[in-house]
Nanobody, 115 residues
């Protein structure tokens, strides 16, 4: 089971980024997926989650209306579209799946929001 994130980088406040998480080694379409983030000196927090079919999503209050999670069950990929980015969104972003009894994390991708 493997999750590989991509799409992070440096962006100015107000800008946009789209993160991708490519999944392999399990039946992707059967599992809920989520994005989490960890800022320097802070605990890791849930950003957004999506159910297996993609019809139900949830968001942290801090990103509602700005971030959108989606998935492509043909490409085995989950996305996080981030708009109106703020400096406080700066963090390492991780993809996550609870596969059977295991918690599987990607390696993370760094998002830096700064002018």
């Amino acid at each position: 089971v493997q999750l590989v994130e991509s799409g992070g980088g440096l962006v100015q406040p107000g800008g946009s980024l789209r993160l991708s998480c490519a999944a392999s080694g399990f039946s992707f379409s059967s599992y809920a997926m989520s994005w989490h983030r960890q800022a320097p000196g802070k605990e890791r927090e849930l950003v957004a989650g999506i159910n297996s079919a993609g019809g139900s999503t949830k968001y942290a209050n801090s990103v509602k209306g700005r971030f959108t999670i989606s998935r492509d069950n043909v490409k085995n990929t989950v996305y996080l579209q981030m708009n109106s980015l703020k400096p406080e969104d700066t963090a390492v972003y991780y993809c996550f799946v609870r596969w059977r009894y295991l918690e599987v994390w990607g390696q993370g991708t760094l998002v830096t929001v700064s002018s």
